[in-house]
């Protein structure tokens, strides 16, 4: 067994898109939206994380096969902290329940969206798993 820490280079960036169904609805911050005079609506947007260069810890297994060949697995984590998101929305929106005055108007509700990825800790941490084989010189 070992114990492995470092740093490591992340460059992840991720698209992010949701459009309006068949029914012309879309859910935004757990409310549900629809588009004036029935167009096609989206919301799109970026996710990325502020460390390019992440500490990195891990647990891993190494046994010796013959005393040059070998295997390996391991299990740990990047730290990047959280992302920064960026949403904006292609069309018209309003609320389908209309009448209820505690539902936000949509742009409320996307930067409230756009708060809540920004602040969700589970993408703080990202996973990694490594399996492979070694040569000893």
Same mark, same amino acid.
């Given at each position: ?9 992340? &460059? ?16 935004? &911050? ?55 998101? #960026? ?27 756009? #708060? ?22």
């Amino acid at each position: 067994f070992y114990m492995a820490a470092g740093v490591g280079y992340i &460059d992840n960036d991720y698209g992010l898109e949701s459009r309006t169904g068949a029914d012309g609805i879309i859910t935004v &911050d757990g409310n549900r939206y629809k588009t004036v005079g029935g167009t096609t609506g989206r919301v799109t947007g970026d996710l990325s994380y502020k460390n390019n260069i992440a500490p990195y810890v891990g647990i891993g297994f190494s046994p010796a096969i013959t005393n040059r060949w070998g295997v390996f697995g391991e299990i740990g984590a990047y730290y990047n902290g959280n992302p920064r998101v #960026n949403l904006a929305s292609t069309g018209n929106f309003i609320a389908v329940d209309s009448t209820n005055p505690d539902i936000p108007d949509f742009d409320t509700a996307l930067r409230n969206e756009e #708060n809540e990825i920004r602040n969700d800790n589970e993408y703080e941490w990202l996973p990694v798993a490594k399996l492979g084989v070694s040569f000893r010189f």
